[in-house]
């Protein structure tokens, strides 16, 4: 019996000291006319042997194709230590760390990534991390609303470069509570236009989330926006790509006063792209607003000997304690995607970190400068990005990325499946660390070649 | 000691790094970053030693049992982490196109299949991150439901009192307010207070069953009909489905949404507090309002493709609730967990969590422990109330539970459900074996005699840890939740 | 048994409210009673300078490491004091809750609404009552 350990004998003392004579007399208070029929759906149980035969041919079929997909995921390099440790049993098996005596392990280890965490983002606080970077701005939104005491509004102003997918999430999380998404558009250089949100000055909104880089990859001109979403009593919602944050300018040194929370996805700090998670989505605000924050802190305090130890803290603000007043539902942190983040800032350090933001951002120049060579291709970065630019295309985008597909190059994604772009032709691509120039040539090529074999594509 | 108190300036494991290269300076310089980041300054080595020592401070699945009631802490089998990190599936790029997902996808929409088929449900989706986040989902769809048939009037969730803390704080989320009904004396439901709590307003009723009591809520039938005839929805919170997997079904039982953890019932390991996976599965009525993206099949001559269902596939979505589609490597563990079991597999899990807590409950009431519910079958857990052991010996379920960890048993959960004082709530699984089992009896007897001897003794404990009892008060008051560099 | 100043008045949620000299200031708090239930407090939440409340209302949060609980203004009127103290020190809320760890102050608009709260022998009830 997969993974019961029970003998027939261990079986027979059992229910000889309950007092019954079969395992099926344990569900006598259940109706029997509520006991299941066997479960057709679902197949025969296989061997471990057997299982990986299948895993490994299905993880075969996705895979050998060179990606430069980025849009809120991104391919890093990703030291063998960073896992090899995450995956230890110690960690990876270990419960939320209720019994502090018995999981030091795990709340140090939490309590040194909120350190480094409001080191890179400038910020007082971090918590122990939240589901990814979209709920996690859902969460954030949430926190501006109860910690505007300035304001009364339940109306968020938001630009249009934010993450499209992280728009979405955030309505499908806060609109059951009222609260309102209002969009600030973008000017010509795919940034929060500044005239736009002249037409906002004066009215009552808790907080203006600003992205940086914004969803096309550019630089937002975050110094400018802080002060104006401050001078209008909004809150500021830092949206940050932590790889960035070792390049540019973090969140508590926006403008006059700082971001007052920043928020984003913690995937590039060592965890694979993996479909989509587990990711881990940070969280960190000014000490003011600490009792807003939802989710678990980790404290750093003393045990009954003066000994130095750590502590879930702060916990009457949480569920479990405030039920129905709670500042969030939730109830998990990311755990062991944490885990191996904190191995990972730890391994490359400030120094290793700013690299990799070095790399990323020359690799992507050089791939942008190969592209706007190709005729009719058109690069579209007035203003500096990060590691990611859009690129307009002399046909429709998603056609000609199936085209490179096939010769299995992902060349990134279409800007119209994504968000409300109109213009079908335009193109979002990312570069990192991790593509050689022979890579960016391949890309080139396979581009070309796309572009030339105009036509239907079988898939 | 801090990883940032050890180290250089200047170290760091420079093969994990790119070489320094090229210029940055098309970036405006009031954008660029001025003061650098106060990060460890520490070798590779360093960073493994200090990583490793401190995973050895805690408790694991691998290294203890941990009888964590409602939590399943059950083994994780290696297997399952093997596959999901094989280098194909890890390398997916979330947005990658369908041509080059045909083998995630597949795993996806099986994973989909056999959990409509253990909750006796019609649609699944895998969306919700976690447990909580499960919650919303189902009860967001129940506020849709409602809103699309135009009945305003359901502003009420109906929450026993002895229900987890996430239920209230999820239907406050979805914006409605929480009705809480008391449970009997037997650990059932109230049904003259349900009866009374019902009506126009009512949007729904969240329920686990078995309940946190550790009991079959044996009138649920009643509670269904009772829920429906106002007009209101099921929804059943999956933490205890560990219980009845493959021996009851929720949809049979008559509720209209649920979440799962996959996290507890599907094997998935807790990583320290996280990652979970919560997807939720909904009957007939519900299925227009699943979170999205969804994976779908299309069947051909030439084999079946594998394909997203979006919200332009379902525009009744109650939405996203993530970037990509939830936990997705959590995902692919559950899935190999199921076809590891298989369908017999499956159906023994209900089977013998349910002898282990029964054979449990029986060892400790022989010993003189007081059950919640002594007359009540135990499910796959059952509650142990030590009220008098605090009131006589001034010994609390908090003491006794410190000093198991002296012994080398994680301590169960404690002061949950609230309605009972002073309690353990206790949950083996069926992955433990026997000895295990009677070894945390013993301990649980052994700790007994020693609060009857020398109280102070187990008050002190622990012992074997690397550190005493913490001072949460001076946590609290006297914040410290980052390293400050002097 | 907790103290329970006879010159106060009380609400059954545990917190207590003083006329002062000048007639129209009433001073607010939580019980003995209440510290005791909550434990070492950690934190308190108080209204801002200025704000109206109604009698009844959620005027701030009291927090213990494993509680919180709300604490409701026992009348109606503008707050024209918080106790400021007690955001370094909340465990004056602990050991002087009728003195030094008052909560805030409001200038009521309804000074009979001081005549439908409990006296202390009411409240003493309410609160043995609770421990049985």
Redesign the interface.
Known sequence: ??????TDQ??Q???D????SS??D??????KH???K???????????ME??Q????????????L?F?G???Y?H?I?A?V???A???????????Y????????L??I??Y???M???T?M???N??L?????GLAEAVLMAIRGN?KSKSRKILTAASL?P??E??V???VT???IQLETVVCGDDLRVSQDALAAYEGQDYAALVIPQPNFYGA?E???ALTDWAHAQGMLVIAVVNPTA??????PG?WGAQGADIAVG?GQPLGL???????Y?GFICCTSKL??QMPG??????????G?????L??????????????T??????????V?AA??Y?????????G??A??C??NA?KLAELLASIEGVRVLSDA?FFHEFVVELPEKADLV??RM??ASV?GG?ALSE?SGQANPNLMLVCVT?TKTDDDLAKYRDALETSLASKGDVS? | M???EKGQP?????S?????????D???A?????????????S?LQ??R???N??????????QF?P?GS?T?????R?A???A?????????????E??????L??VYELQ??L???T?MAGVSLCP?????G??AGV?MI?AYHEARQDHARSEIIVPEAA???N????????YK?VEIPVRTDGDVDLEALQQAAGPQTAGIMMTNPSTCG??E?Q??DISRIVHEAGGLLYYDGANLNA?L????PG??GFDVLHMNLHKTF?T????????SGPVAVGERLLPYL?TPIVGRSDAENGSRYHWLD?DDLPDS?????????????ILRAY?Y???????????VG??S???A??MA??MQQAGFQLAYPE??ATHEFIVTLNKQAKELGVTAMDF??RL?DFGY??PTTY?PLLVPECFLIEPT?????DELEGFVEAMIAIQKEAESSAELVK?A?YS????????V???R??????QRS | MSNIPGELKYLSSHEWARLESDGETVTIGITDHAQDLLGDV??V?LP?VDAEIAAGDEAGVV??????S?VFSPVSGIVIAVNEDLEDAPELVNSDPYDDGWFFKVKASDLDELGSLLDAEAYAEVCQDEDH
């Open positions: 019996m997969p993974f019961i350990p029970h261990d079986i003392k059992m229910l000291v309950i007092g019954v395992i099926d344990l569900f006598d208070e259940i109706p509520l006991r299941a066997s479960l057709d759906g679902v197949p025969e149980g296989r061997s471990e299982m990986m299948l895993m490994s041919a299905r993880a075969q079929q996705d895979a050998g194709a990606c997909i849009a809120g995921a391919e390099h030291p230590a896992w090899d440790i995956t230890r049993g110690e960690f990876m098996t270990a419960y939320t760390p019994q502090a005596e018995a999981s030091q392990g795990t140090q280890l309590y040194e909120q350190s480094m409001c080191q890179l400038a007082d606080v971090s122990a991390s589901y990814d970077g979209a709920s005491r993450h997918l992280y979405k999430t309505k499908s999380i059951n509570q009222d630089l001109d975050v110094n944050l070792a390049l540019i300018s973090p040194e996805e694979p792209l993996a479909s989509g998670g587990p881990f600490v009792r678990r802190i980790i404290g750093r305090t003393l045990d009954m000997d000994r130095e130890g750590f502590t803290t702060l916990q009457a603000r949480e569920q479990h304690i405030r039920r129905s007043k709670a969030s539902n939730i109830c998990t942190n990311q755990g062991l995607a885990t904190t191995v800032m730890t391994l490359l350090g400030f120094e290793g970190l690299r990799v070095r790399a951002h020359v120049k500096a990325l199936k597909a096939q992902l994604i994504l660390e898939c | 801090l990883i940032f200047g170290r760091f494991a420079t994990q790094a790119p070489k320094a290269s090229g210029k940055c098309d970036i405006p009031e954008l660029m970053r001025k003061t650098p980041a106060a990060m460890p300054e520490v590779e960073t493994v200090h990583f490793t401190l995973s050895r401070k805690n408790f694991s699945i691998d290294t941990y964590l939590c802490m059950k083994y994780n089998p297997g982490h093997k596959a990190s094989l280098p194909g599936f890890l390398a997916r790029h979330p947005l990658a196109p041509s080059h997902s045909q083998g995630y597949a795993c299949e056999i409509k088929d253990v006796g991150m976690a447990g909580a986040q919650e919303f967001a506020r987890h803390g996430t209230p704080a999820t239907a406050v989320m979805c914006g929480v009991v079959f044996r649920i039938e009845i493959g021996k009851v079904r049979d039982m094997a390991p807790h990583g320290g507090g996280g990652p979970g979170p919200q109650i939405g996203r609730l993530s970037a990509f589609m939830g936990n997705a490597g959590i190999v199921a076809i590891l079991l298989g369908r017999e597999g499956l159906h023994r089977e013998f349910t002898l282990n029964n054979y029986t060892l009540r079958r539970a410190k960890l994680h301590a949950f069926e992955t433990e074996s026997i002190g622990p840890q690397p550190v005493k009892r913490l001072d949460d001076k946590a609290a006297e914040l410290d939740v980052a390293y | 950690v934190f939440e801002e927090e213990s490491v494993k509680a919180a709300d």
